[in-house]
C-alpha cells in the first residue's frame, strides 16, 4: 500500500471510500445507493479543492483504499464552503420536505446541504485546525491510518497550528480508542465526541 498526496482524480475512489466507511465506519452503501457520492460531496469534495496540502490517499493495487483530509483554519475553511461549495450542491440537491421522520439517510443528507453545522470546539485558538480519516476495511489494523494522521499532524506543526480537533461518532468506540493513542483527548459532546490535540 501507497500514502502519497491526493489529486482531482482521485475524487470518485475517495468518493468511494467516504460510501463504504458511511454507516458509523461500516459500509454505508445500502443506505445511500439512491444517491451513492451524498456523503462525499460534505467529506471529501471540499477537501480535496481547498485543502491540497492536508489531503492524502492510501492506495493499493485495487485502487484507494483510504483518505486522510483536514483543514489548517476551520472558520476559513468552513467560509469558503459556504461560499464557494455549497450553492452549487444546493442547486443541485434540493432541500426535501415532508415529514422528516420518513426522510430516508440520503434526504436527511440532502437537508444537510442546506442546514449545515460549522461546530469548532473551544477554546478555538488552541484547536483551530481539524482532520479526519476513513479507511476501507483492507487497510485498517495494519499502521497506515497511524502514519497518514502523523503526516498531516506534522503538516500542521510545520505550517504553524496550534492545534487540531476532529469528530467521532457515539457509535464508534474503536475510532475514539485510535485516536486517544495518537494523543487526542475529549473535549466536548455536541452531537458527537469532539477531541482534541495540542500542537505546540
Known sequence: MRIRPATPGDQPGAYRVCLETGND???????????????GRIYVGPYLRFEPELSLVLEDDDGICG????????????????REWRPRICAEFPEPGGDPRQWTPVQEIHRHYH???????????CFPSHLHIDLLPRAQGRGYGRRMMERNLATLRRLGSPGAHLGVSLQNPRAVAFYRHLGFRELVTEGCIYMGLELR
Open 25 to 39: 465506519g461500516a459500509d454505508g452503501t445500502a443506505l445511500y445507493a439512491d444517491d451513492p457520492h451524498a456523503l
Open 67 to 82: 483518505y486522510a483530509l483536514g483543514a489548517f483554519d476551520s472558520r476559513y475553511f468552513y467560509d469558503r464552503y459556504e
Open 115 to 125: 442546514h449545515p453545522s460549522y461546530f469548532c470546539p473551544e477554546p478555538y485558538e
